[in-house]
């Protein structure tokens, strides 16, 4: 029976319940030439915990436009909900057709579950991947100790799921994947194939950020390389000092002075 009860928000932004944050361009319509699915931004400002409609949305969409046949997942995202991503994977497995996933930018997060879907996954050259523990972030929400314990059990349980699914992947040991999961590891493009995550580097752009809501998702991130949050926040300057927190910049700061020491003590041997 469906749930009628509104979805939890966990993520800022302005996006409707039940709003698809996904956009499908038909064969005929596309670049490629190929049934295109862009996954530009968050991967949904609102949980699909007890959402019966929106994957309903999803795979409609999928079925309906895709026709069965190829689709290119173009993705730059800095993540999103787990458990939207999770289900998103298990549909686009299932879907007949060969799909192939492209990343333009950032699949973070929620978004590198999505991209393990794709039988190929390709890497735009300047483009980064980031895995890490999955988590649940929910505002203004009010949960018992059972919808906890159930959130806790599933959050386990999809971890389980991903390190399985990166397994098979990447031929990477479960123990190896876990522990780059807790550590936060972002890859670059060569990286990323080198470790197995895509299977190919393609020349070309980077696709950049659409919203300052993209850029402030980093935030929730430990370990973010400089060069993506430059590559993200060229266009939101506004937004740069709300990202690098003091410790952040003095930590910057003083990588720069030591390479400029070593630059020097080279020039001068």
Sequence with gaps: MPNNREPMRCFEGSAEPYQPFWNFIDAASSESGETELELYGII??????????????????????????????????????????????????????????????????????????????????SAYMMIHDPALVVFLAYLDIETLGRLHDELANIKDGLILAYETRTGLGATRLAHMMTEETWMSARQAVDFGFADEIVAGGQKKAQNVGFVNCLRGYGRVPEAVLQAFTVDHPEVVSSILTDEMKREAQSLREQVNTILQRSNHA
């Design 44 to 125: 949904s400002e609102y949980s699909w915990y007890d959402d019966d409609i929106t994957p309903a949305k999803f795979k409609a969409d999928l079925y309906n436009i895709g026709k069965g046949g190829p689709v290119l997942m173009k993705v730059n995202s800095p993540g999103g909900d787990v458990i939207a991503a999770s289900v998103m994977r298990s549909i686009l497995s299932d879907y007949p057709g060969a799909v192939t996933a492209r990343v333009d930018g950032i699949a973070a997060s929620a978004a590198v579950a999505v991209t393990t879907a794709a039988r190929h996954v390709q890497m735009i050259d």
